[in-house]
């Protein structure tokens, strides 16, 4: 009888402990669950909690991401190791570097090679940088990320300069003199090859670091989740992807409500700790982010000009390996592969605009542009769409002239405050459902917002484009499409984990790969912000933003000479 009352009893025991194991972990899974909202938003802040007092614990919740499931033919699997060989970076020897062995700007330099030499406009100037770290000791493998432009600060004159890794801590930096005067050299570390080790690692472990919400209301019931191209964990998901671009969107599936309940989308917030404290040590201001080089020997060059003819055939450049695509002169951007023209009164843009429909797609940098057109062009007036402030959509008119401008974000990820439902739409499907013609012009550009995403996800969502603007263009030969490329920006330690000028480098390195050989313009906004001598910004000033429109517009009404 006693053994068969220890065995109830024990078995009595496993029962009671399996009911107190199911009910944590239905209270687990409740926590995510509030009155209101589904707390995937708690989710998040708990993480990001866990890994600031552990940050090389890694997380054992079931991800799936979506662009890890593509299915490609051979030519865009053969595109698509074409564009990783592209942006291959070299890495440091192993995996972790102490901070008093990584690069250090304030101990390296540069020097002009042949500084003594008399230099004429149209000559190549080399530089030759030397890496060293803390201790000051020769860096002996390479991978840093180095930013480099030449200046005149009294003509307001700038060019970028083509640097090359040697992999041995030595790097050089190719520039063309396109101007007479005193030439002076820039150098800049943006990050150390240790920090870029770091940032490669963020963009393929962490590409939820940047979290976005979407509200779901029903009557008087609202809940919020989160959601993203990929989502941790196992809880119930709203799939949201595009039926027609396959465009992967999920978010978690509300408690009360039906996933067809959404009415917006918003940015959620960005995820903290994500650096062990040795990793934060890489990216500090004023010490190894965006910190001048300083040259060991002069910084200037003189510089003779050449004759007329000499210099007219110089500024007219042909052929893919010309660099730099443009530089400045008086304020004033000069792209050496086309002609120009400077749209400096608003009568020249209101006739070179009249008659089209102009769309601009994308994010807040070509946002700028429709913004700058509407503010300089009084014709112009903004017919008020009751759209959320820097969301849109925007739509401005001039009648006498009849120009129609047109704003629309592109789709998720966009972390834009917030986003009507209605509102969320795919670049490809907008080019999809326009006719196009001769009075059409297209402005485009996206990079930003993919940043701390697998390149795997931009290269998908730029294929989309590019099959739509080639349908487009099938269909309406006539029609203009531009591509505005990425733009440097102002850099700090938390800003340099999120949007990196490295990131966007790697980004504006495919963008213009993939839309290549097809028939688009492209404005260079990335040259045309780092050889200018304003502060980098992610949203550049007025001048900047008044040269890239005369560059656009050179393409909508080219000059005639």
Partial sequence: MWPSFCRLQVFCM???????????YNFRQLEHLDHNTVSALNWIKETGDQQSSSPTTKTTRKQYCDYEHQTLSKREQAEEESLFAAIQW???????????RSTDPAHSNFVIVNSHVRFKVGDQL????????FQGKPKQYGGDYIQARIHSPLLKAGATGRVVDEQNGFYKVFFTLLWPGEVRVSVSLVHPSEGIQVLQRLREERPDRVYFKSLFRSGSTSETTVCNVCLPGDLPVCNFTDLYTGEPWFCYKPRKLSCASRINHAKGGYQKG???????????????IKVPVLPSGPDSVTVEPLGLTESANLDRSQGPAVFP??????????????WIRHFNKTAGISECLQGKVVHFFGDSTIRQWFEYLTTFVPDLVEFNLGSPKNVGPFMSVDLKHNVLLKFRCHGPPIRFTTVFSSELRYIANELNGIVGGRNTVIAI?????????PVE??????????????????RSPKTLVVIRTANVQELGPEVSLFNSDWYSFQLDTIMRKM????????????EMSLAHYLPHNLHPQDIIIKNQIDAFLSFVCPSET
């Fill in 126 to 133: 080399e530089v030759r940088v030397h890496m060293k770290d």
């Fill in 90 to 100: 070299p890495n440091p020897p192993v995996s972790k570097i102490p901070f008093i």
């Fill in 325 to 338: 695509l443009g530089y400045y002169y008086q304020d004033e951007w000069r792209p050496r592969t086309h």
């Fill in 14 to 24: 496993i029962l009671t402990v399996l009911a107190f194991l199911l009910l944590v």
């Fill in 445 to 453: 550009t996206i990079w930003s917002h993919f940043s701390t995403f």
């Fill in 457 to 474: 996800v931009y290269i998908r969502r730029l294929r989309n484009i590019r099959r739509s603007i080639i349908l487009l263009l099938d």
């Fill in 515 to 526: 839309f290549s050989g097809i028939s688009v313009s492209f404005v260079d906004a990335w």
């Fill in 274 to 288: 994500l650096l062990t404290p040795s990793e934060s040590l890489f990216f500090q201001t004023d010490v190894n």
